[in-house]
């Protein structure tokens, strides 16, 4: 490992550089927004009907979504145009909904809301912070079980679900995970959709954000969840969210969910009663825009990740060359989603990061990929590679790398190690 005299003046350089960088922002970058930038003339004047003659201008036009808007981005999530719903701008939002809803009515086979069995949610770790806020805040007790590299830690999810009733579902990230880039294997996906829970309605809400954000050329593919759901006998129990947050603008595109249709059916009717429906024009500009896109949406996801995989193939470059071999870190080398997930060997998570500020390299939050903000190992910081700029990347990773050394031999020092 790296002195603590040579990375503390290696430290103090990057520090007189003045640096702004930041690495904290799990967005795409400019270069991708311009990738669809023809969604903003995909419809005009002249193309406000739809194909099956929706008006986009008056209300009627479905609660689940413009049929041509479910054919279209079913494919997103790997399910039927009639096992697809729209939604608005974040899948987060419709999530928020679902979990609202399940609080007070339950699911589609509850007999009662949930709120007063005291629901518990299994969420994965190290994972994304607003999934935990945003359960916790809603009165769901979280219980956390490891991400591993084949998906949720099976061993444990199905000791938990078996023992307890008041378990309500499992939340989490199956491709792709936030931050570990994990995908669930085949078996792990077998397992969790055919669980046995103490739970009648558990249910699987699986937020499907970066399915198709592959960075390499033949991805494997990924487990369907719901096709396993049907197979194993339990079609309901699955909900799949997604959006085209990453795919076209951030948080100014549509949602999805992909369900069984008796699920599409019993959600639409919750829906109803607060929405007539979805924005049509956002759909059908998203259509039309899909629609005339080379190769559609493996065409612009191809695209996408182009301009992606350099800034990735940076980040394991430099921490390759700087930690390998130095036992102070171990990271995910993902195929796909935003992230890397680095766990430094020892507890000083917070430190690297407070460093890195120092030195003017924003990163996620300590303990952010924790429920409560709290890793309680100390270990696990998210790179987010996607927005920076490649000379960017390359620098701030540079600064990253020193911290790491720098926080670890100044552990070792206090340790007398
Ligand atoms: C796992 C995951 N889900 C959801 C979102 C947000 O999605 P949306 O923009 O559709 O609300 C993000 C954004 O970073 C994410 O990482």
Not at 84 to 98: A, D, Q, R
Not at 115 to 132: A, S
Not at 248 to 266: D, K, P, Q, R, W
Request: aromatic share 8%.
């Amino acid at each position: 490992m790296t002195n603590i005299t040579e990375a503390a003046k290696q430290y103090e350089y990057f520090k007189s550089l003045a640096l702004s960088l930041n690495m904290e922002r799990g967005q795409p970058a400019d270069e991708n927004f311009d990738l669809s930038l023809k969604l903003l003339s995909a419809i005009d004047e002249n193309n406000y009907i739809t194909d099956s003659g929706v008006d986009i201008r008056n209300y009627p036009g479905g609660v689940a979504g413009l049929r041509e808007a479910r054919e279209v981005f079913c494919e997103q999530l790997g399910v039927q145009a009639s096992e697809t719903m729209i939604g608005n701008n974040s899948s987060l939002e419709l999530m928020g909904h679902f979990l609202t809803w399940a609080l007070l009515k339950g699911v589609i086979n509850s007999e009662s809301g949930w709120l007063q069995q005291k629901p518990k949610l299994i969420v994965t770790v190290p994972g994304y912070d607003r999934h935990f806020s945003l359960a916790a805040e809603l009165g769901y007790e979280l219980l956390t079980v490891k991400m591993t590299e084949h998906g949720p830690d099976m061993d444990a999810v199905e000791a938990l679900v078996a023992a307890d009733a008041s378990i309500k579902g499992i939340y989490f990230v199956p491709t792709y995970s936030n931050p570990t880039g994990d995908t669930m294997s085949q078996e792990y996906a077998k397992r969790l959709v055919a669980v046995n829970a103490a739970a009648p309605d558990f249910t699987i809400f699986a937020d499907d954000a970066y399915a198709v954000h592959h960075l390499v050329e033949n991805p494997t593919p990924a487990p369907n969840l719901l096709t396993l759901a049907k197979a194993a006998g339990n079609a309901d129990r699955v909900i799949i969210f997604g959006s085209t947050s990453k795919v076209t603008f951030a948080s100014a595109g549509i949602s999805l969910v992909g369900m069984s249709e008796a699920n599409i059916a019993h959600w639409s009717r919750l829906m109803s009663v607060q929405t007539i429906g979805p924005n049509k024009a956002e759909q059908w500009r998203h259509v039309c825009f899909m629609r005339q896109y080379p190769g559609g949406l493996k065409g612009l996801m191809r695209d996408h990740a182009k301009i992606l995989k350099p800034k990735f193939d940076t980040v394991q470059s430099v921490l390759e060359e700087q930690l390998g071999n130095k036992n102070v870190a171990r990271w995910s080398t993902p195929a796909g989603g935003y992230f890397v997930s680095v766990e430094t060997t020892r507890p000083i998570a917070d430190r690297v990061i407070a460093l890195a500020a120092e030195a003017g390299v924003a990163l996620t939050p300590a303990g952010a990929t924790y429920p409560n903000g709290a890793d309680p190992d100390n270990t696990n910081i998210r790179l987010s590679p996607t927005r920076p700029a490649q000379d960017e990347i390359l620098q701030a990773m540079q600064v990253f790398a020193c911290c790491v050394q720098l926080a670890s031999a100044e552990y070792d020092q206090k340790n007398g190690r």
